[in-house]
């Protein structure tokens, strides 16, 4: 299968020190925390036309999305080159969560009718609601050690794809698999360190790019 979008979003487990003047000036006014509830604390949006990158800054979570995925290496390598010039400017909090997740397609040879057949065969008991669907979808949470996984994979025609995608690729297929793998660690104030975020990301892209192959080896099963 090939990979379409990756995104990699780290929240923190406080606002990031960009943002902390709000907090500040609050405490100064009111001898007061400001509460959780109003820490409406305006983010900042960073898009890269030329690489098909976005990034996000907000008071609680720092992401990037890359759309222009030629490979896991070039998706690291990124990630890691984005995340150093973000720590530059103003350290990284503890996080309470570390999270990656990749969009990966296989182009259809049959039609999307064809395909929903398939994946009924593939994922469902034949009962009359199966049966009777028009389009069908399948998710599931995994483990993979300390790790959890959301996966969800289906029949997906352009349209839909196209709404999907943060970046649109010059060309995409009328009909094809999609597969959804959402790779995440949820924590107890961790400190972030290069090691650790390169090692997850690249982790997180290896065992998406596995449960890919293993989606298509049971698609080709199906269909023997």
Not at 81 to 101: D, N, Q, T
Request: hydrophobic share 40%; aromatic share 10%.
């Amino acid at each position: 299968m090939d990979l379409l979008q990756v995104i990699v979003e780290l929240r923190h487990s406080m606002p990031l020190k960009l943002f902390t003047p709000y907090e500040d000036l609050f405490r100064s006014l009111t001898g007061k925390e400001l509460p959780e509830k109003e820490l409406a604390l305006p983010g900042f949006q960073l898009n890269i036309a030329e690489k098909q990158m976005r990034i996000v800054v907000d008071p609680r979570r720092t992401a990037i999305v890359l759309g222009d995925v030629p490979n896991i290496g070039y998706c690291v390598d990124n990630v890691m080159a984005v995340f150093r010039k973000i720590s530059e400017l103003a350290k990284l909090p503890p996080l309470s969560r570390l999270g990656e997740r990749s969009y990966w397609i296989e182009e259809s040879k049959i039609s999307f009718d064809e395909l929903v057949s398939t994946y009924k065969k593939l994922v469902y008991k034949p009962i009359n609601i199966i049966g009777e669907s028009i389009d069908v979808g399948a998710s599931f949470i995994l483990a993979s050690g300390e790790y959890k996984a959301n996966i969800a994979f289906g029949p997906m025609e352009l349209p839909r794809l196209e709404s999907m995608l943060t970046f649109k690729p010059p060309k995409l297929p009328k009909v094809a698999t999609f597969l959804d793998v959402d790779y995440y660690l949820g924590i107890e104030q961790k400190e972030i360190t290069e090691r650790i975020l390169h090692d997850f990301v690249s982790s997180g892209l290896n065992y998406a790019s596995e449960q890919s192959k293993r989606l298509m080896s049971l698609f080709e099963e199906v269909k023997q």
